[in-house]
């Protein structure tokens, strides 16, 4: 029986509450089950607000693998329209981001406003009322709703609102979006990079607090030695919470929960001479601490089943590429009309850890490709998701917590992928 | 050694007498990229730490066309710490991605002097870089623009900065310096 076939018919075969079998690394049949069964049935996160803050502003996007385009329309709304013309099939969009008043196909130039609706088709009179009727042929568009900045589109029109959907996770990009110092939160560029392997295998490491200690110790020993105590995130009473529908949520650094707590607490020596700086261009001291204090970001990153984690100080997104190929973007966020010196600290700290050169990533790349290639061997065994299992605590809601280094969050998103997967 | 480049330029004004000092040639420059090219792929870390000013950056940047890399996400904005906090992640064994460090060859042409004087040049050329590491061989290519300054000891790297030509593209993880 293939696997695909057993997980409808023999699950347990495939994925338990605490293991999952090779084959959701490796089987193909599954990842383009995947596509459908989840990427096409759930809301997807394609943007953030500051990505197209002025009507007419574009940015490309996937919904696992469909092409899709989010524009902000003449009238300020925005839409999600798949990627592709409604005549033959071309891409009407092949630029990352911008700004248009349309879209235009150009292999034969049928044209579309923003808001998807069909208006220019060349050398019209080749076509009559039966063949040619605007009103069946606007673009694709998907449903789009947003929460506090962050949009999510989906195919389906009878799931749940985006907020339902969110749950319990809504407090937690709440506390998240604080990081704008009391600006608010703006995308300030990305880095992208690929790895060969699995998307779930990234999907877990956002809620793996047990590796970091070990793969990134290179960026543990080039930090400074007040950042090195506050990221030994095993010893720091961090806990993990399911938060229903696949989502999570992993406190690293318990003080950094609520930026708007503890603003009296000491400047860390990291921060002083931004401090300063902040105190020079005429920041009263209350806003100074709140800045510094946003700059380096949450103690937590908060997982959103299926490919957004809302991590420390940046978007964690990921997007699917086949079965064995994964690519992630990590997209530095700042405050929007807040002190230059503040977002160029930001940025240096994402620069630091997150990207294909930075201190961290690569090693995290390291260690998810050599999952896939190291699950080409034992298609019968198991991947452990067990750390932390018996020790579980139950929330009176039906969810799970337990500590920092539990495997609670992995639990959570192959909870909810097998809810999706077997039906 | 002053730390500034104001302050180096004066010093060679100085101590140089105006009717001597050569201007920057082409083959004085390409050789000088060469070389750190060779220090690079040769893992002579120390020596290429010292071919930089004190205010020196190396820079790699993501948008096409970006001047103010300083307010800008890059893949890299190293000052003279970071430069040598990356030299010593390749050389520490810890960093899972550099165990072993990739073997490159990098190779440098195309050059062309954009800007040249007796105290400074800038410098552009093409660079195409084969890593191989893990049985697994990838290539990088871009232009590099070096701002080189005299100094007493010879020239001396003002800013690095390389231009890939796919940098909006999602690329693997680079253990190693370009």
Redesign the interface.
């Known amino acids: 029986m293939t696997s695909l076939a057993e997980l409808t018919s023999n699950p347990d075969d495939l994925i338990r509450k605490d293991r999952v079998r090779t084959p959701l690394y490796t089987d193909p049949a599954i990842f383009d089950a995947e596509m459908t069964k989840i990427f096409h049935n759930t809301w997807v996160w394609v943007a953030h607000v500051s990505e197209i803050p002025n009507n007419g502003d574009f940015k490309m996007a996937q919904v696992g693998l469909e092409p899709v385009i989010v524009v902000r329309d003449r009238k300020g709304q925005v839409h999600v329209h798949l990627n592709r013309c409604r005549h033959r099939g071309a891409t009407l969009c092949e630029v990352?981001k911008g700004k248009t008043s349309s879209l235009v196909c150009p292999y034969h130039g049928w044209g579309y406003s923003l808001d998807g609706k069909l208006r220019g088709v060349p050398y019209e009179n080749g076509y009559d009322e039966t063949t040619l009727d605007r009103s069946e042929l606007s673009l694709k568009s998907l449903r789009v709703e947003d929460y506090n900045g962050l949009i999510f589109a989906t195919f389906r029109d009878d799931i749940e609102p985006l907020a339902d959907f969110l749950g319990p996770a809504k407090k937690w990009i709440d506390l998240f979006m604080k990081q704008g110092g009391g600006y608010p939160v703006k995308t300030?560029?990305?880095?992208?990079?690929?790895?060969p392997g699995n998307w779930k295998i990234q999907l877990e490491n956002t809620t793996d607090a047990y590796h970091f200690p070990l793969?990134h110790?290179?960026f543990l020993?080039?930090v400074d030695k007040e950042t090195e105590q506050q990221l030994d995130m095993l010893n720091n009473g961090g806990f993990v919470e399911d938060l229903g529908n696949g989502h999570s949520v992993m406190v690293m650094i318990p003080e950094l929960i609520d930026l708007d707590d503890n603003l009296e607490a000491p400047i860390p020596e990291k921060f002083a001479e931004l401090a300063k700086e902040l105190a020079t261009e005429g920041y009263s001291d209350t806003e100074v601490r709140r800045i510094v204090r946003a700059v380096g970001g949450s103690g937590f990153n908060v997982n959103l089943f299926p490919n957004l984690a809302c991590s420390m100080a940046f978007f964690r997104v990921l997007q699917p590429v086949s079965v064995n190929e994964t690519?992630?973007?990590h997209i530095?966020i700042g405050m929007d009309g807040g002190p230059?010196a503040a977002?160029?600290a930001r940025?240096?700290l994402?620069?630091?850890f997150q990207?294909?050169?930075g201190?961290g990533?690569?090693?995290d790349?390291?260690?998810w490709d050599r999952v896939q290639h190291g699950a080409q061997g034992g298609d019968d065994m198991w991947i452990m998701l067990n750390r932390g299992f018996p020790k579980e605590e139950s929330l009176p809601d039906g969810r799970h917590r337990s500590d920092v280094s539990a495997e609670t969050g992995m639990r959570a998103a192959y909870d909810q992928w097998k809810r999706m997967m077997t039906v | 050694m002053e730390a500034d480049d104001d302050g180096l330029t004066m010093n060679i004004a100085m101590t140089i007498p105006t009717t001597t000092a050569a201007t920057i040639t082409l083959a004085e420059a390409m050789e000088f990229a060469w070389y750190e090219a060779d220090l690079l792929d040769h893992a002579v870390y120390e020596e290429w730490l010292a071919l930089w000013t004190d205010d020196a950056r190396y820079i790699?940047p993501?948008?096409p066309g970006v001047t103010d890399f300083?307010?800008?996400?890059?893949?890299?904005?190293d000052d003279h710490e970071?430069r040598k906090?990356?030299v010593?992640?390749l050389l520490?064994g810890?960093?899972?991605?550099?165990s072993p460090v990739a073997r490159t060859v990098r190779s440098l042409s195309r050059f062309r002097m954009l800007k040249t004087s007796e105290t400074a040049c800038e410098l552009r050329c093409a660079q195409i870089i084969t890593e191989f590491r893990r049985g697994r061989e990838r290539t990088y290519t871009g232009d590099v623009v070096f701002e080189l300054v005299r100094a007493e000891s010879g020239l001396k790297i003002r800013r690095k900065i390389v231009w890939l030509i796919n940098s909006?593209?999602?690329?693997?993880?680079?253990?190693y310096i370009?």
């Open positions: 990352r300030l560029g990305e880095h992208k990079f690929r790895f793969v110790k290179s020993t080039a690519e992630i973007r530095a230059a977002n160029r940025i240096r994402h620069e630091f990207g294909p050169m201190f990533s690569p090693d790349a390291e260690v | 790699v993501i948008e300083e307010n800008a996400v890059n893949y890299a904005y970071m906090k990356r010593e992640r520490s810890q960093s899972v991605s550099a909006t593209e999602a690329l693997g993880g680079i253990g370009l």
